[in-house]
């Protein structure tokens, strides 16, 4: 009994320890094959495919989502009667900013170096100056406040493709054209949602495709479809790196003709605040060396309605020529009781600016026009361009030299819109002065040699140098400082020495600056003048050739020393 005991005993265990072997066994297969599967669902790509109408966020069947170049917009087109509208907002801020909406007057206008054409909503025709033209279909219409343009007449002036695409409607509008980074597809793959395998695919691509680049997260890089989808592709499916490319078009933009002159210029304003004025031109202008242009202060905004007055002369025009200077009349904004806003704002106003200005000019003889108006506000600023192009027309049809004047460019005046002033305009000038002006903070220069130099370099920057005039002050600031109180006055070279001069004062050179300062306490006041003369113009003037710019203006006449002529007129040379 004991002996069969025991041998049952070892043979119940060794059958525990079997079943105890098969058991683990059995689990780690359970693990190897749990984690077989695990490691193939990671990383085998997913072929779940995302719905295309909640892609583009499509809600309302009316509206189409809208694909510029690598960009979908939050905006939507529409279709209607077979054409597709296209928001004047995205047409403007992506396509072609020279559309132009008029909600007052409740029109279109469109400019091109030759002509305005004038649309009206709901309308196949339209007028192109005293020409009404007919177009296959509506240009534009109103749905609710948004203003929409057909996109076959926003074709006809820009340089862009477009395709409308079914399942779902969508169109894709392409406008970049040179520059433009892509890749190509190696081998047939997908475009997916996100960067990776498990994101939903959007599309599918070929080999041989050229996507555009946008982004590059190294194994995956986001790119646009010819189709206006927007993903990202497996680095690994691509040939080679991205290439930068130059598309070849046939389109022909229009050419903005410019008048300019073989020579520098060196122009001076002359302030004229009536007719009696004119008259001492003769006297003020008699030590200019190298003046060619003169532009006296003529003309100003004198109602809302887009009227002007008129101080001109045909005599002044006359003596100006015979001394060989031409005559620019300058428009000025300066009446407080006139809104410059109102009168650019609505067509009907600005087109009798317009006309008002050009007759004037060719009834006086005159060579050109300069328009002066400061401190516009931002909302001004679409119509003030939209001025400058309606200007531009009938300056170009009459040979009149069309310049603008700008402040020093700063964040708050990118409205002023200076590269599309280069664009229409022949000369951009620049007002290299007040810095520090009449009621600042702080006494300081009135036009430092780093903050014109700036305002040079941002303007050439966006517009063509050969087209930029860079205007120096004959006036500095005589600052005073008297019981925490900071005033200033403004005077002419002459007057500035003077003081100086009465004072006793020792003036040395500010190599911040490059002008000469100096200071002085009269006992109840501390005095500052940082001053305007032949050295510190001097190296102004070094900004015209440095930077290849198309000249120099002054102002203003009868501020300098005749010994400044020669200034200029080297710094020209």
Not at 56 to 82: H, K, Q, V
Not at 241 to 247: C, P
Not at 346 to 370: E, M, P
């Amino acid at each position: 009994m004991p002996y069969n005991r025991s041998r049952r005993t070892r043979r119940n265990r060794k059958q525990r320890l079997n079943q105890i072997l098969i058991v683990a066994l059995l689990i780690i297969l359970f693990g190897i094959v749990g984690m077989a599967v695990h490691l193939i669902q990671k990383y085998t790509p997913t072929k779940e495919r995302m719905d295309s109408s909640a892609y583009y966020g499509i809600t309302n069947e009316e509206e189409i989502p809208l694909i510029f170049g690598t960009e979908i917009l939050e905006t939507t087109g529409r279709l209607a009667d077979g054409e597709i509208y296209v928001p004047l907002e995205a047409v403007n801020s992506y396509l072609n900013k020279r559309f132009y909406w008029d909600a007052n007057e409740n029109i279109l206008i469109y400019t091109t170096p030759t002509e305005k054409m004038i649309i009206t909503p709901e309308s196949d025709t339209y007028m192109a100056g005293e020409e009404k033209r007919k177009a296959d279909g509506w240009i534009c219409r109103a749905l609710g406040d948004i203003l929409y343009i057909n996109i076959s007449f926003v074709k006809q002036f820009t340089d862009i493709e477009y395709t409308l695409l079914e399942e779902p409607s969508r169109l894709v509008v392409q406008y970049q054209w040179s520059g433009v980074q892509v890749v190509k597809v190696k081998e047939d793959t997908q475009v997916r949602y996100r960067g990776g395998i498990k994101s939903e695919i959007l599309t599918d691509v070929a080999e041989g495709a050229v996507l555009r680049m946008i982004d590059d997260l190294d194994d995956w890089k986001c790119v646009a479809t010819e189709d206006g989808y927007i993903g990202y592709i497996k680095t690994s499916k691509l040939e080679g790196a991205q290439e930068t490319q130059n598309f070849e078009r046939e389109f022909q933009a229009p050419e903005y003709t410019r008048i300019s002159r073989e020579y520098p210029i060196n122009l001076t304003w002359h302030q004229v605040s009536n007719m009696d004025a004119n008259d001492a031109m003769h006297v003020l202008a008699k030590n200019t060396q190298g003046v060619n242009v003169i532009s006296p202060t003529w003309f100003s905004l004198a109602d809302n309605q887009g009227h002007i007055t008129s101080l001109a002369s045909v005599e002044y025009v006359q003596e100006a020529h015979a001394k060989g200077m031409e005559v620019w009349g300058l428009v000025s904004n300066f009446d407080e009781n006139v809104s410059t806003f109102e009168v650019l704002s609505h067509t009907a106003s600005r087109t009798k600016l317009v006309n008002s200005l050009v007759q004037a000019a060719r009834q006086y003889g005159l060579d050109g026009v300069n328009v002066d108006l400061e401190n516009l506000s931002e909302d001004t600023g679409p119509h003030f361009i939209q001025f400058l192009r309606e200007l531009s027309i009938l300056c170009r049809l009459h040979q009149l030299v069309l310049s603008v004047d700008n402040p020093v460019p700063q964040e708050f005046t990118e409205h002023y819109a200076r590269q599309e002033q280069g664009e229409i305009v022949d000369y951009v000038i620049i007002m290299g002065y007040d810095e520090n002006y009449a009621g600042s903070p702080t006494a300081g220069s009135v036009a430092s040699y780093p903050w014109v130099k700036q305002g040079v370099e941002d303007t050439v920057a966006v517009v063509p140098a050969e087209k930029v005039i860079n205007a120096v002050p004959f006036y500095t600031r005589i600052w005073k400082t008297q019981a925490g109180s900071l005033t200033s006055e403004a005077v002419g070279m002459q007057d500035a020495a003077r003081v100086m001069k009465e004072h006793g004062v020792t003036t040395y050179w500010d190599k911040d600056a490059c002008q000469n300062y100096g200071e002085y306490d009269d006992g109840e006041a501390f005095y500052q003048v940082w001053l305007e003369d032949e050295e510190s113009l001097g190296v102004k003037m070094g900004l015209v050739k440095d930077y290849g710019l198309a000249g120099v203006a002054s102002w203003r006449l009868g501020f300098e020393r005749k010994t400044i002529w020669k200034v200029l007129r080297d710094g020209l040379e």
